[in-house]
Nanobody, 127 residues
Framework: QVQLVESGGGLVQAGGSLRLSCAAS????????MGWFRQPPGKERKFVAA????????AYADSVKGRFTISRENAKNTVYLQMNSLKPEDTAVYYC????????????????????WGQGTQVTVSS
């Protein structure tokens, strides 16, 4: 089992920055691909960013490319999402997710491919 705990959300003005962190339990974090998803109020959850097991391959939704950066520190069992130039449309609950070891450490854009989820952290961007 893997437990994920997100932190770092909050209220920020448009143009500002936040860094989300996701701390994972367990000894197999370094073998797992990780993803960030978000769910705006009244809308479905959507892909934001993902990173493979080693951190040398990443992917982003078009809406966040050039503004968000995903990274990981396997020694700390932590994945990050650095969010810059935030916009009001970035307002959402942000979820961290991990794929199972069967995936070979490769990421996916699909939420159904992730087996473990955090509780979410609220990000609110005011205009």
């Amino acid at each position: 089992q893997v437990q994920l705990v997100e932190s770092g959300g909050g209220l920020v003005q448009a143009g500002g920055s936040l860094r989300l962190s996701c701390a994972a339990s367990g000894r197999t974090f370094s073998t797992k691909a990780m993803g960030w998803f978000r769910q705006p109020p009244g809308k479905e959850r959507k892909f934001v960013a993902a990173i493979n097991w080693s951190g040398d391959s990443t992917a982003y939704a078009d809406s966040v490319k050039g503004r968000f950066t995903i990274s990981r520190e396997n020694a700390k069992n932590t994945v990050y999402l650095q969010m810059n130039s935030l916009k009001p449309e970035d307002t959402a609950v942000y979820y961290c997710a991990a794929r199972g070891s069967y995936s070979g450490g490769s990421y996916s854009y699909r939420s159904d491919d992730y087996d473990y989820w955090g509780q979410g952290t609220q990000v609110t961007v005011s205009s």
